[in-house]
């Protein structure tokens, strides 16, 4: 069992840049990913990375704006979003996947552990 916690949220303006923060603990798995859910809509995905290695993936509607990295000694996931605008409001979740890597990281069934989301609110 992992637990999962997400810190770093906020109200910013857009064109301001976050870093959101996932500490893991327990058994974390093989890989940690990003995802987001905006009122009213799916939960999506953002980006993930496998602990070993740091092979990252990440969609494209935030590529060139965020960056995941990992701090393998503090079994921590950090997720750098810059650029913010008004369509990156939402609750921000990670999630702990026994996937080592695979474009199965991109859909949300592929992760067992969550953590309870940080907002983000991007005000125009």
């Known amino acids: 069992q992992v637990q999962l916690v997400e810190s770093g949220g906020g109200l910013v303006q857009a064109g301001d840049s976050l870093r959101l923060s996932c500490a893991a603990s327990g058994r974390t798995g093989l890989a940690m990913g990003w995802f987001r859910q905006a009122p009213g809509k799916e939960r999506e995905f953002v980006a993930a990375?496998?602990?070993?290695?740091?092979?990252?993936l990440c969609t494209d509607s935030v590529k060139g704006r965020f960056t995941i990295t990992k701090d393998n000694a503090k079994n921590t996931v950090y997720l750098h979003m810059n650029s913010l605008n008004p369509e990156d409001t939402a609750v921000y979740y990670c999630?702990?996947?026994?996937?080592?890597?695979?474009?199965?990281?991109?859909?949300?069934?592929?992760?067992?552990?969550w953590g309870q989301g940080t907002q983000v609110t991007v005000s125009s």
């Open positions: 990375i496998n602990w070993i290695g740091g092979t990252t």
């Open positions: 999630a702990a996947s026994t996937l080592r890597y695979s474009t199965a990281l991109t859909r949300a069934e592929s992760y067992a552990s």
